[in-house]
């Protein structure tokens, strides 16, 4: 449901200023996301994406504790220490 989510309300609105988010994982209920292209340097930006997208996140589904921005580095050392 959170891809969902994310697909549906979130990426739409984040595509249209020319970037994107993309879901990684949910881990001990923390959702895991990569924030791509339009402002990723820019620190203000990610701050209010990132609380934009918790809001929404945590509105919906209550199990949702926070979210954690991932690069790609950590992104894919979970996935090659996943079983």
């Not at 949702?64 to 220490?81: F, H, L, M, P």
Request: hydrophobic content about 30%; proline content about 5%; charged content about 30%.
């Amino acid at each position: 449901m959170i891809k969902e989510l994310l697909d549906a309300r979130i990426r739409p609105t984040v595509q249209e200023d020319g970037g994107d988010v993309i879901y990684k994982g949910f881990e001990d209920g923390i959702v895991q996301w990569k924030h791509k292209d339009s402002c990723t340097s820019c620190p203000s930006s990610i701050i209010t994406l990132k609380n934009g997208i918790e809001n929404i996140l945590q509105f919906y589904i209550p199990e949702v504790e926070g979210i954690e921005q991932v690069t790609d580095d950590e992104s894919d050392e979970k996935e090659a220490n996943s079983p």
